[in-house]
């Protein structure tokens, strides 16, 4: 036997099979598909032969129990190519691959594991603009210069960095998925797209009065926006937002079964949302909000509004509730134009996102030696959050008190 034979079977026999260890992965399962090792590998790996072929691939584990998970995983992901008729080993258009992303993106909102809003933004995203940029395309044909032109067309519509740069991730989400299944070898460069923070305005106490004292105004006036009058449910929100850290996502939303009203050593409203833009934890209020809260209700009682615990808190009886933030943010939009302060002194826009902000700069401002950590987590965002956006407006002149405060009595 020559040398050359010898090197072939060492060769040959590294891959094979150690019989002692192949192993099925398990009740519901096919019995063709199972883990094993190899005399070349430290790894276990999976195998499974499908379709006239013989599918194989490293766990890149030595634990055989992650082994059977990651052998699971890949029989489901097998099925899902098959259901959206994905050919095995092939090179499918950038389309199908997409569809294949958004399949398996449903699994892991059914799982729980996923908030339901993922698919649903990055289907619009797709069907309007992703798709048909690149109609026709392979996956393994997409290059940095297909990828520069789909920023160029973005930038014309003037949208935002933020939006471009969700747009890209979404595409990098693609072509990771082609990469992982084999359908390209690697990925392309991506462009880097510049961001520019722009932090909507809050208001500083005086123009929280303002603001407020506005409210008043339209009240008494019977302020009619596009056929919605501005009552005394406006300031409630406008106080509502303030005391207690709120999205109007969330407020959209709210039903007072989310509400938990405490009265103990400290008076607070814990609210628990159905879904939250980031980490759904409960948020504490101020104690005022527990005041506002009450108000509330007798407001609702006497406009014959219901307020069980299904019920909104806000515009209930609007039940379309897009159509209701949009109500709350015209007649927003209109008290801020009767006060001039649409903007602020620096040219920061200001929206009913605003009072979120305020709420936030209030406690940097006026809370006693609040730590960053223990706020944002309680307005579900997070440290770096509050530095960029929300606390971006924060002087050392505001806290003049704490930056001159000492410990120790100085003669």
Do not use: A
């Amino acid at each position: 036997m020559t040398d050359m034979n010898i090197k072939t079977i060492r060769k040959s026999s590294g891959t094979v099979p150690i019989p002692e260890t192949i192993t099925k992965i398990g009740k519901g399962f096919p019995d063709k598909l199972v883990i094993f090792k190899i005399p070349s590998s430290r790894y276990w790996w999976v195998r499974y032969y499908t379709e006239g072929k013989v599918l194989k691939k490293s766990t890149k584990t030595e634990d055989k129990r992650k082994g059977i998970e990651f052998g699971k995983k890949f029989y489901e992901q097998i099925l899902i190519r098959q259901h959206n008729l994905l050919p095995l080993g092939s090179s499918p258009s950038f389309e199908r691959v997409s569809r294949l992303l958004l399949t398996e993106q449903e699994q892991l909102i059914e799982r729980g594991e996923r908030s339901p809003k993922m698919n649903i933004n990055d289907k619009q995203k797709l069907e309007k603009d992703i798709l048909p940029f690149f109609k026709g395309m392979n996956v393994k044909d997409v290059t940095y210069k297909h990828l520069d032109n789909y920023i160029t067309q973005l930038r014309q519509r003037k949208l935002k960095p933020p939006t471009i740069k969700s747009h890209l991730s979404l595409i990098h989400k693609i072509l990771s998925l082609s990469q992982r299944e084999n359908l390209i070898d690697r990925l392309p460069s991506f462009p880097k797209v510049k961001r520019k923070d722009s932090p909507r305005g809050w208001f500083n106490n005086d123009e929280y009065k303002l603001l407020l004292k506005t409210v008043k105004q339209c009240i008494d006036e019977k302020t009619i926006i596009r056929s919605h009058q501005i009552t005394d449910e406006m300031r409630l929100l406008i106080t509502f937002m303030v005391n207690s850290f709120l999205r109007p996502s969330d407020i959209k939303n709210l039903r007072h079964r989310n509400i938990q009203v405490i009265e103990k050593e400290h008076k607070y409203l814990r609210i628990q949302t159905d879904d939250s833009k980031t980490v759904n934890t409960p948020i504490v209020t101020m104690e005022n909000c527990v005041g506002i809260y009450k108000d509330l209700l007798e407001f609702q009682k006497k406009n014959k509004r219901e307020i069980g615990k299904e019920d909104f808190v806000f515009f209930p009886h609007l039940l379309n509730r897009d159509f209701s933030l949009q109500t709350m943010r015209r007649q927003f939009d209109y008290i801020l134009d009767r006060c001039e302060m649409k903007t602020t002194s620096n040219g920061d826009p200001r929206t009913l996102y605003s009072l979120r902000h305020t709420s936030i700069m209030f406690r940097l401002t006026m809370g006693e030696s609040i730590d960053l950590l223990t706020l944002s987590r309680n307005c579900r965002t997070s440290v770096g959050m509050i530095e960029r956006f929300y606390g971006k407006p924060l002087e050392g002149e505001m806290n003049i008190g704490k930056i001159q405060s000492s410990k120790y009595k100085v003669k």
